[in-house]
């Protein structure tokens, strides 16, 4: 009865307001489950990166790469970069690594990693190296 009453103009402007505050209203958002083995992965990550660099805090480690002219700076930001993969691998040749033998296989693995990327044209470290491309 109320709608054959009001004109049609007016029941026209009511449903385009109530248009209007439907499609302003938020939406809601939906969240997915998040699976434990990506959380303890990305957790994993996090670990081997601070192990890396409390080990590049150590004095022996700062001195050696200083003597080669490599950068603390730039040694923080190619381990910010790897992947997982290669940090696991990496914490893993250090844990089996003898303790006199840790500080040189760390230097030596990171001098690896900086021709590694000298090679593929990420970085101009070494003038020896030259890249792939």
Do not use: K, W
């Amino acid at each position: 009865m109320l709608y054959q009453r009001l004109p049609m103009r007016r029941v026209a402007f009511i449903q385009i307001l109530a248009m209007l505050f439907l499609a302003c209203m938020p939406l809601m958002g939906s969240a997915d489950m998040i699976e434990t083995g990506s959380v303890v992965a990305d957790q994993q990550l996090q670990h081997d990166r601070e192990e890396l660099r409390a080990m590049l805090d150590r004095d022996e480690v700062r001195a050696t790469l200083e003597r080669m002219g490599v950068d603390r700076a730039q040694v923080s930001e190619r381990i910010n970069n790897l992947t997982q993969q290669e940090l696991a691998s990496f914490n893993e040749q250090l844990s089996q690594a003898p303790a006199g033998e840790g500080v040189v296989g760390i230097i030596v693995l990171f001098v690896l990693v900086f021709i590694v990327t000298d090679m593929l044209c990420a970085t101009n470290i070494f003038s020896f190296v030259r890249c792939i491309n």
